[in-house]
């Protein structure tokens, strides 16, 4: 599975910059590749970016969550996710499983990874707990 230089370049975007508070990837399955989906920008808030990623269909996400230590420091996390729905396609969840190990190396800076198959899996007090 090959993936698309935009990735990439997004995915540096958001680490160094701080462009874009999310970015939902999808695999293009007749050019065999990754692509950028969506674009999150700064101000989006996770609400937003949890109703952007659909229901029933594989993607990759990567969210630039941010949160206040117990000491009171304002800390960020890039989180990783790998959704795959029960109700999506038995194909899709298939290939995004079998490309994700290749796809996150291509991410360097990924902080914390989450695997998903429903929308609690990726709640924000899942977020929470495995920022610190």
């Known amino acids: 599975m090959a993936v698309h230089d935009d990735c990439k370049l997004k995915f540096l975007e958001l680490k160094a910059k701080r462009t874009y ?37 594989c993607r990759y996400a990567v969210y ?38 290749r796809f996150k190396r291509e991410l360097d800076g990924i902080q914390v990874e989450l695997q998903a198959t429903d929308p609690t899996e990726m709640g924000l007090d899942v977020f929470k707990s495995r920022a610190n």
């Open 21 to 57: 508070r999310s970015i939902i990837f999808k695999i293009e399955e007749k050019q065999k590749q990754v692509v950028v989906e969506k674009l999150g920008d700064p101000s989006q808030s996770y609400e937003d970016f949890a109703a952007s990623i659909p229901a029933d269909e």
């Open 64 to 101: 630039d969550f941010d949160f206040v230590t117990v000491e009171n420091c304002q800390k960020s996390r890039i989180f990783f996710i790998a959704w795959s729905p029960d109700t999506a396609r038995v194909r899709s969840k298939m290939i995004y499983a079998s490309s994700k190990d």
